[in-house]
């Protein structure tokens, strides 16, 4: 059911952009609806699915990690950040930093993915290449 964010999304942008006066224009100079979506409406949407996807990655490895945590997720010989979280919880008064420094990771690793989503939205806007 994760894919419905996406769909929801893009289909609001493409019906917005598909409205513009470029989008118009382009039509009257003839080419494909293909070659109309592929050089005019696809580029715009890019930015959109690029953003979900690294949000919901970010969004997946937190889900990940809180059903391994709980026991319900991957199998114990199978090593996963959320395992050692909690395998680390019985040992924090003495020895903090075996449940530290995954839950650390699982932050940066999340952190990471989402100010690498925005900088790559920044990158590819096709309004922001003017300026």
Do not use: C
């Not at 199998?75 to 075996?98: E, Y």
């Amino acid at each position: 059911m994760l894919w419905a964010l996406y769909s929801r999304q893009v289909r609001g942008e493409v019906l917005s952009i598909r409205e513009r006066d470029y989008v118009a224009r382009a039509r009257v100079t003839g080419p494909s609806h293909a070659g109309i979506i592929l050089r005019h409406i696809f580029p715009n949407v890019a930015n959109t699915i690029i953003v979900l996807a690294t949000l919901q990655v970010g969004s997946v490895i937190l889900l990940e990690a809180g059903l391994s945590f709980l026991g319900v997720g991957i199998p114990k010989p199978t090593p996963a950040r959320g395992l050692m979280v909690a395998d680390g919880r019985q040992l924090i008064v003495s020895t903090w930093w075996i449940a530290f420094f995954p839950g650390l990771s699982i932050t940066l690793t999340v952190l990471a993915l989402n100010l690498f989503g925005d900088w790559l939205r920044d990158r590819l806007d096709p309004k922001l290449k003017d300026v």
